[in-house]
């Protein structure tokens, strides 16, 4: 199983949003960016994700995981895109913030910190287990 950060912001597609889609899940639509794409490519059914709000709370507030692999984005007729299909799993006790993530050297190395701004992003087994303990799980 592998790790992955998926970022939205919450006035576009938010946590309440994803669970409400229940086990079904959601695709993962709209990335246009290459890198982020090409994460998406990797990415198996069951690999897990952090939900993280971007914007006005940057914060990771929930655990989905992948629940079907890369496929054409339907909002596009463009080849190019492909994007995951994601359900939420469950919510972090509490959340766990970009400036906490920052100010934690444990965590310096982490994508999310050098790049914040890619909206699909790989994170470590060692980051995954250190934010979850952060979050409450």
Not at 34 to 58: I, L, P, T
């Amino acid at each position: 199983m592998r790790y992955w950060l998926f970022k939205s912001e919450p006035s576009t597609w938010s946590w309440d949003d994803q669970v409400a889609k229940g086990d079904g899940g959601e695709e993962w639509d709209g990335v246009r960016n290459y890198q982020a794409r090409n994460f998406m490519r990797e990415m198996a059914v069951g690999d897990r994700g952090f939900f993280y709000h971007s914007q006005k709370d940057r914060e990771i507030v929930g655990i989905v995981e992948v629940c079907a692999e890369a496929h054409p984005d339907s909002t596009t007729d463009d080849a190019r895109w492909d994007c995951v299909d994601i359900r939420a799993i469950e919510p972090l006790p509490t959340p766990v913030t970009l400036d906490q993530i920052k100010a934690d050297e444990k965590l310096a190395d982490m994508v999310l910190v050098k790049n914040s701004r890619l909206s699909v992003q790989p994170v470590t087994e060692a980051d995954w287990t250190h934010i979850c303990a952060l979050g409450g799980l």
